[in-house]
């Protein structure tokens, strides 16, 4: 009886090609609209989220500009991680040194990283050196005018034997002790990315810069689950030794990778939601051609309660019809999506500068779409499928 | 043990604005199994109605209508599809076939909402149709039919369940005289074979056709008897006020 009235269903909807069509068409579109949109949405998230994973979402900065004379020292800093081994693994100093930029013969390196570290960084990191050695406890404690290069100048400027060599960095020459492996494979994608980088002693920086106190630093987590948590807790050790917030900032990129998404999903609820609006009007584009069909069909109504249909038969076959048509629409949306979605991929990339953005759209939107049109065609179609059910059959048998 | 369709004091009455219309007043009859009978009136004598009743597409307003012995006016409306289904073949004035339809389909209408299986559905819609004289044209449209043939068809489709009752309504009025006669025929042909028949018309050639007449007027019975008694074709009223109103 179920695949009967499916059968017959899909036999009305195949009888009226054109006006079937039309009717899906705001279904059609609307799931399209909002598969397109949910799925431009994931491919921004991930795109976010990579950005910020090369940023490092294990990762806490830590700006401190002090509060009148009270200062912290680098101690300071190493002993708040120790106080917190379940939330912080390690820390570093991170100063700016970006403003002194490299010159090797007469190439400057304009996009080039620089920054004062202590000889924990590199490994902390993730860096690996590829020759020469890392900056060592006798380089902090001397100032000593030395550094560790990326694979980014090691390779243009020195064509791999930098160490031993010499850069400018502003007015002031270093001498090269190291080089890092490459993180990038790729070598035209290494200029400005964390291959492009100079890093020298902390108390090198601090006293080329005249600073008494390092400003920045950079903390690894346990778990960058816990973000939140670890803040929280840097933030009150750095609150007990300025008693006042004003002295620090604390910043975690997963934290702002939240925030972002959280912006963006909001972006993409409210696209959604103005997406919805034509499966809405598909919606009562639906229950109007049914009101017209019922009236269409109302003698065969007649006809069929007279042969013995009862009102829950007739209401299942409007319902269905409904149902089906929408459904049917529903997957040509479905279809189209993934069609646009597929000619976006091509276009986006002209418009996005770069920007890795693809339109990727997941089961669950399409899963959601389908379900929702189907149910849009159950809700709409209900009221012209009440009325053909309650027809009197003596009048629908007279109907003309 | 009760006559198959047993009228006792039926009544239905509409209202229509002021007036209250009496399209069934005090119907009182029996019609057996095995009859043919033809309830004949003209239009507004109450055999519309007569017939939406027996057959269960309408019920009383006041008075009990008992079908094999079964109180039609206490039923709930699921039940009267039932009996529909079960009891009641109709044989319509416009055929009434689904015009999206072919002939089997249409007459396996009947059969979907009985729940009988698809493969049972086409031996029964092929059996009747070939009994119609049809079996060549099981997947033709009704449009692709002449009337006569469509109306075969509607009969076949009231047969498939083999009913109790078979309710024609005006079944030659849209027909020429000549398929008229071979529908007449075909009613006739089936209850010869024992159907219970009854004929709605208010056409006197067609009615004398049946073996027993029910004449309605003003939605009373004012003949019921012989279909070949002389006043069974007389018009009474025309002895009545109407022929004083003629003689004036």
């Known amino acids: ?400 | 043990m009760s006559a198959l369709i047993e009228f006792d004091q039926v009544c239905k009455y509409y209202q229509m604005g002021d007036t209250l219309v009496k399209a069934a007043d005090h119907i009182t009859m029996k019609i057996e199994k095995g009859e043919f009978v033809a309830i004949v009136g003209q239009s507004g004598s109450g055999k519309s109605t007569c017939m939406n009743i027996i057959g269960c597409l309408d019920v009383p307003t006041y008075g009990t209508y008992r079908l094999n012995g079964r109180d039609v006016g206490k039923m709930n409306r699921d039940e009267l599809a039932d009996v529909r289904n079960e009891m009641l073949g109709f044989i319509f004035q416009q055929y009434n076939l689904l015009p999206r339809l072919n002939l089997m389909e249409n007459v396996e209408v009947p059969l979907i909402y009985a729940n009988i299986s698809r493969a049972e559905r086409h031996k029964l819609a092929k059996d009747v149709l070939e009994k119609v004289g049809l079996g060549d044209k099981l997947k033709n449209l009704p449009n692709q039919l002449s009337g006569g043939q469509q109306q075969r068809v509607s009969i076949a489709r009231a047969l498939v369940r083999n009913p109790a009752v078979i309710l024609a309504d005006e079944p030659t009025g849209a027909l020429d005289s000549h398929t008229g006669r071979e529908v007449i025929g075909m009613l006739q042909q089936l209850h010869r074979e024992g159907h219970t028949v009854v004929l709605i018309t208010h056409d006197n050639s067609i009615a004398v056709q049946a073996e027993r007449i029910i004449r309605l007027e003003d939605g009373q019975v004012v003949y019921d008897g012989d279909a070949h008694a002389p006043e069974a074709v007389v018009q009474p009223t025309l002895s009545g006020e109407a022929a004083q109103e003629e003689a004036k």
């Open chain 1, 1 to 400: 009886m179920v695949l009967e009235t499916f059968r017959q269903a899909l036999q009305n909807v195949w009888s009226n090609k054109l006006r079937t069509f039309l009717t899906m068409l705001g279904i059609i579109i609307g799931v399209m609209a909002v598969i397109v949109i949910v799925g431009l949405g994931n491919g921004m998230t991930r795109s976010m989220r990579d950005s910020f994973s090369a940023m490092g979402t294990n990762t806490l900065s830590i700006q401190i500009w002090g509060y009148g004379s009270r200062t912290a020292t680098v101690d300071d800093l190493y002993d708040l991680v120790k106080k917190n081994p379940k939330l912080l693994s390690s820390i570093s100093p991170q100063l700016d040194f970006s403003d002194n930029t490299p010159k090797v013969g007469t190439t400057t390196y304009r996009y080039s990283e620089m920054y004062g570290v202590d000889e924990n960084y590199i490994e902390m990191k993730g860096y690996t050196l590829a020759k020469g050695r890392n900056i060592q406890y006798m380089d902090i404690a001397d100032n000593k005018q030395i550094c560790v290069i990326g694979d980014y100048i090691n390779r243009t400027a020195y064509g791999g034997n930098a160490v031993g060599q010499t850069i400018k960095l502003g007015p002031y020459k270093f001498r090269i002790v190291g080089v890092l492996k490459a993180k990038i494979s790729n070598p035209d994608q290494q200029e400005g990315s964390d291959d492009d980088s100079v890093y020298l002693p902390y108390t090198t920086a601090m006293r080329l810069s005249n600073e008494s106190s390092p400003d920045s630093y950079s903390a690894i987590m346990v778990d960058e689950g816990q973000a939140n948590e670890a803040k929280a807790a840097v933030e009150q050790e750095l609150y007990d030794i300025f008693k006042s917030d004003n002295a620090y900032y604390v910043y975690s990129a997963s934290e702002w990778l939240e925030e972002m998404n959280k912006m963006i999903n909001m972006v993409i609820v409210i696209l959604t939601g103005i997406a919805s609006i034509s499966l809405l009007v598909g919606g009562i584009g639906i229950m109007n051609i049914m009101l017209v069909s019922v009236t269409e069909r109302t003698r065969e109504i007649g006809i069929r309660k007279a042969m013995g249909a009862k009102e829950k038969t007739i209401l299942a076959q409007f319902v269905t019809e409904a149902a089906t048509t929408s459904a049917l629409g529903g997957t040509l949306g479905i279809v189209l999506g993934y069609i646009v979605s597929a000619i976006a991929n091509q276009v986006l990339p002209m418009f996005t500068d770069g920007m890795d953005i693809t339109v990727s759209p997941s089961f669950n939107s399409i899963a959601a779409a389908f379900g929702i049109s189907v149910f849009i065609g159950v809700l709409f179609g209900y009221l012209p499928a009440k009325r053909a059910a309650r027809l009197n059959p003596i009048d629908a048998l007279r109907y003309d």
